[in-house]
């Protein structure tokens, strides 16, 4: 199979979905977008004020940037308060510890080099492994009695955190932004009343936010239970680790994640493998209603 030919994907995304049906569409599949999210400023920014002034103060040895996204909005919000140059020289007396390019490309916007990029796929335990392997070497990267700010993203990873100080590491969580439910609920609406009616044949995560909000309004509309059993019928294609450890924690294992944890590769090995994996699924189904 060389593409998805005429399958329906929902697309689950919001800030890039003309991007990914676009990319559906190329695919030859009928793109079905349903935008489950949407990104907003936390009502009040002490947290990330109170994180500048001590990193100002000399209190931290290693600030984790988790996004390049919550990096950009991290800063925006201690310009409020201080000068740049302030927030950037104060960086770079730090560890400076980056969950893969995003975050890289951000610091790199203003100047700063992390002293250590995640690789892929960029989940907390990558951060814990890279952490623990760099603290061998390097007395300054260990984390027992480390005083280390975690600049959060979405719903805060408490597991993260707590492996953190379970090593020794004094923890500060950093929310920066978070995610709610978009203001049209609409078209998740149809999308969900699509799932159980038999109207989707493949979903694609981007976040694990996605399964928590597809879930959420499922459960306000009476629906649950009846979108757990569509989706088991057909093709989930995860964005990587993270996204699939929410999706098993909803009852919905992932059919697979592409080699990288981009949308192109996302899309394109979804083309070609969820013909397969619909042919099996049903050919299941039939086998237990004999």
């Known amino acids: ?94 560890k400076i510890v980056a969950r893969g390019p995003k975050p890289v490309a951000a610091l790199r916007d203003i100047g700063i080099t992390a002293t250590l990029t995640v690789p892929e796929p960029n989940t907390w335990r990558e951060i814990l492994s890279t952490l623990d392997d760099a603290g061998r070497n390097d007395e300054g990267m260990r984390l027992g009695g480390a005083r280390v700010a975690v600049q959060e993203y979405g719903v805060s990873n408490t597991e993260f955190l707590s492996e953190l100080s379970k090593r020794g590491a004094i923890v500060t969580g950093v929310p920066v932004y978070q995610w709610a439910l978009p203001d049209d609920l609409g078209p998740l609406q ?26 959420q309004v499922a459960a306000e509309m009476g629906l649950e239970d009846r979108v757990r059993k569509a989706l088991r019928q057909i093709a989930i294609v995860s964005i990587g680790p ?17 080699i990288h944890p981009k949308m192109g590769y996302l899309v394109k090995e979804a083309a070609e493998r969820a013909g397969d994996i619909l042919r099996h699924k049903q050919e299941g189904l039939r086998k237990a209603l004999k």
């Open 1 to 94: 199979m060389n593409g998805f030919e005429g399958l329906r994907v929902l697309s689950l995304e919001s800030r890039r979905a003309a991007e990914l049906a676009k990319l559906i569409s190329n695919y030859g599949g009928v793109p079905v977008s349903a935008p489950s999210m949407r990104e907003v400023p936390l009502e009040s920014n002490h947290e990330a004020l109170a994180y500048a002034a001590k990193l100002f103060a000399g209190e931290f040895d290693q600030v984790i940037f988790m996004t390049g996204v919550g990096a950009r909005a991290l800063l925006a919000v201690v310009e409020t308060k201080y000068p740049r140059e302030e927030y950037v020289s104060a960086l770079q007396r730090v």
């Open 190 to 215: 149809a999308a969900i009343r699509a799932l159980i009616d038999g109207n989707v044949d493949v979903v694609l995560f981007t976040t694990s936010v996605q399964a928590v909000h597809l879930f």
């Open 242 to 258: 993270t996204t699939s450890e929410e999706l098993q924690r909803q009852g919905i294992p992932a059919d697979f994640e592409p």
